[in-house]
């Protein structure tokens, strides 16, 4: 039962929606709009699991001194003091998580505007010092292929701006023909080969042959 | 000169550099021009088409890590449809901040147009979670994916609501994108329901959007800050009336955000170009003798 029930159960999950979009019938549809509603309650229980699994995860840090504990507590006071105003907030409490009709800010959109904006910020804006020291350390045109992505890379950076127009037209032109024919033709190389494989493991899922996801020991 | 210590060179003067080419431009605005590409002009073009009183979704599936480039885009989008009278149902798809995005920037923009009534001209759903399977359930009933607004306001009970059910309802969607949720409107709801899409995501995920672009999956594409210039100069140039929005001191726009990135990038493609003439001067310096 272990077994049968949850593979029925994906079969039966996986093979609606497929069935749905090749039948053109109510019946058929109004099952797969069913099992959408569900899906999107399934994903909210998904961001609950992500939840505890951070407190498990960070709560054993704490408890074991691992290196860099201390921000472990750090993380879990941001998830506790954001998530309790968050919480109260979709129920109604402090005048909900955005902005009041007034104006004024609640404490969920308060804790968001001067804490998690800024550092979130900070975060993506510290990419560009670090891409700057990698590009100039490592971009080398050590090999024709190397070559070919430098020359790119400087046309597309150059055709960016506005600089690459004023030097010349043909660096925004060139820049824009790399990246609708070449990056185009590559993107959609990677996209069906994606495609491929995420559509060959599905039908694995589906019909039971990769079972990995049941946690099953090895024998059941 | 010894190549070796050039090439082993102080990543903080790297740091450096590209610290004042950021903080420069901001302090000393340049204002330099931009240029339109054609996947801005498409999605200007398919916005330009509609007609006052068409309603379109706008979707804020981005967080405050791609704010400063995906914040001009909701802004000059909200701005433009907005200034023709197209009306606008925002949504948030983006777990980590879509909906206090969609509050900052629809409260900053609705306050530039005293006229609008909530409810009658736009609407703020908020935020729901399981971005693909709220996607696929809105094309049957809206009503049912978000029953009530982010004011808690029961969604029958809303005005533009009664109108807009799925999204036959709808001329078109407006998804500010960070990360895969931009695709899934092209891939999934053009591909499978046939709105027209246009997505406007970060600069690092623009490339993939192409093929999109180029399948007809998508109205138009705005491909990081470079691609909110553009739409900014085009709405500008059409409604010269926003240009008192536009002027306001302070104002973060993205054209001012491009005097930083235009001349961050000229450092960092001098510091590659100098990278590589180091490389290859040390290459063809004869070595000494062990």
């Known amino acids: ?49 992500g939840v505890v699994n951070v407190v498990q995860m960070n709560t054993n840090k704490i408890r074991r001194k691992t290196s860099g504990w201390p921000y472990a507590v750090v993380l879990l006071a941001g998830l506790a003091i954001m998530g309790t105003f968050g919480f109260a907030g979709a129920f109604g409490g402090f005048g909900g998580i955005a902005t009041r009709l007034d104006g004024t800010s609640t404490p969920f959109d308060w804790l968001y505007q001067n804490a998690f904006l800024p550092l979130q910020g900070t975060m993506f804006a510290l990419l560009a010092f670090f891409m700057a020291s990698a590009s100039y350390r490592a971009f080398r045109a050590r090999n024709v292929e190397a070559t070919i992505l430098l020359i790119a890379a400087l ?14 037209k043909w660096f925004p032109l060139t820049t824009e023909w790399i990246m609708a024919k070449p990056n185009m033709a590559a993107q959609r190389g990677i996209m069906i080969g994606a495609g491929l494989g995420a559509a060959s493991m599905a039908l694995r899922v589906i019909v039971g042959i990769e079972r990995s996801y049941l946690g099953l020991g090895k024998g059941e | 000169m010894n190549l070796e210590r050039i090439m082993q060179i102080d990543r903080r003067i790297v740091y450096l550099f590209v610290a004042a080419g950021t903080i420069l431009p901001i ?22 088409d509609l007609d006052p009183g068409d309603v379109i979704m706008v979707s804020f599936d981005y967080g405050p890590s791609s704010a400063p480039e995906n914040a001009p885009m909701a802004d000059a989008a909200l701005r433009h449809c907005f ?42 759903l908020g935020y ?33 609501m009664r109108e807009v059910r799925t999204y036959a309802d709808l001329e078109l969607c407006f998804s500010l994108a960070t990360g895969i949720i931009g695709e899934w409107w092209a891939n999934l709801v053009n591909a ?86 180091v490389y290859f001067t040390g290459k063809r310096r004869p070595r000494k003798a062990a």
């Not at chain 1, 069935?19 to 053109?24: E, G, H, I, N, Q």
């Not at chain 2, 777990?95 to 909530?118: I, M, Q, T, W």
Request: hydrophobic residues 50%.
């Open chain 1, 1 to 49: 039962m272990r077994k049968q029930v949850p593979l029925l159960l994906t079969f039966c999950a996986g093979m609606i929606p497929i069935v749905a979009l090749f039948v053109p019938e109510r019946h058929v549809s109004t099952v797969s709009t069913t099992l959408d509603s569900w899906l999107i309650i399934v994903a909210g229980f998904a961001l609950l699991l």
């Open chain 1, 155 to 168: 046309i597309v950076m150059f055709g960016r701006i506005p600089f690459g127009e004023m030097v010349t």
């Open chain 2, 27 to 48: 302090v000393f605005v340049i204002g330099l021009p931009v240029s339109i590409t054609p996947p801005v002009q498409m999605a200007f073009d398919r916005m330009e």
């Open chain 2, 83 to 124: 200034s023709k009278g197209i009306r606008v149902i925002v949504i948030a798809l983006y777990p980590l901040g879509g909906l206090s995005e969609a509050v900052n920037e629809l409260n900053k923009v609705v306050a530039e147009f005293p006229d609008l009534e909530y409810g009658v001209d736009y609407v703020n």
């Open chain 2, 128 to 160: 729901k979670d399981g971005a693909q399977a709220a996607m696929r359930k809105m094309n049957e009933n809206i009503h049912e994916v978000f029953p009530t607004d982010v004011r808690g306001t029961p969604i029958s009970e809303i005005p533009l």
């Open chain 2, 192 to 277: 499978q329901f046939g709105l027209p899409v246009i997505v406007g995501p970060t600069a690092v995920s623009a490339p993939k959007y192409y093929a999109y672009l180029e399948a007809k999956q998508m109205a138009g594409l705005l491909g990081g800050l470079k691609g909110a210039s553009e739409y900014e100069r085009l709405v500008l140039d059409k409604y010269p009336d926003l240009e008192r929005v536009y002027a306001t001191p302070g104002l973060y726009t993205a054209t001012k955000g491009m005097d930083v990135q235009s001349i961050v990038h000229l450092i960092m493609i001098a510091f590659i170009l100098f990278g590589n003439v």
